[in-house]
């Protein structure tokens, strides 16, 4: 039987305190993960995932040119799903609004869906959007992710990207 010598005696040792640092270090940053996001390359979440309400109409005349002319607009973007750490793929973003139109154009709208099926639910409407919805509406599903209250002109959109 072979005897191990001291050289290697001593590179067994060193091998196994390089892998038990190792092991720790993976160990530590594992436990630290959840209080020091950045630590493991993760987006800090205390930072919002929405943006500012925004009053550009342009946006969404492209979007939705059915609605032309908008006379204003208040929208928001925000993340679809919660985030995850590690990222499992790519974010999803939604994008919701009210846009007041004229009484003529809300008019033809409704004309244009009398066909459709009794009103739908009131909407889900993110909290920074609320002030800027129509008292007690009537909202009437016109398509494409849109939904109209005739007597205030105001059209609430959803829409959707990846």
């Excluded at 005897?3 to 720790?24: E, F, H, N």
């Excluded at 009794?118 to 008292?135: E, G, I, K, Q, T």
């Excluded at 509406?137 to 829409?159: I, K």
Aim: with cysteine.
């Amino acid at each position: 039987m072979r005897r191990v010598t001291r050289p290697a005696k001593i590179a067994l040792l060193i091998t196994a305190a390089v892998s038990a640092c190792v092991i720790a270090a993976c160990g530590v940053g594992l436990a630290l993960r959840d209080w020091v996001p950045g630590l493991v390359g993760c987006a800090d979440p205390t930072h919002p995932t929405k943006t500012a309400v925004f009053t550009a109409t342009v946006r969404i005349e492209q979007l939705y040119p059915q609605l032309k002319p908008i006379r204003s607009v208040h929208w928001q973007e925000h993340e679809a799903r919660a985030r995850s750490c590690p990222e499992i793929g790519p974010m999803d973003y939604e994008m919701n609004g009210f846009a007041v139109i004229t009484a003529e154009r809300a008019a033809e709208l409704s004309a244009q869906t009398a066909s459709t099926p009794a009103s739908p639910a009131s909407p889900d409407v993110p909290a920074d959007l609320r002030p800027f919805a129509p008292p007690s509406p009537h909202w009437q599903d016109v398509g494409h992710g849109l939904l109209l209250d005739q007597p205030s002109a105001t059209v609430y959109f959803t829409h959707r990207t990846s």
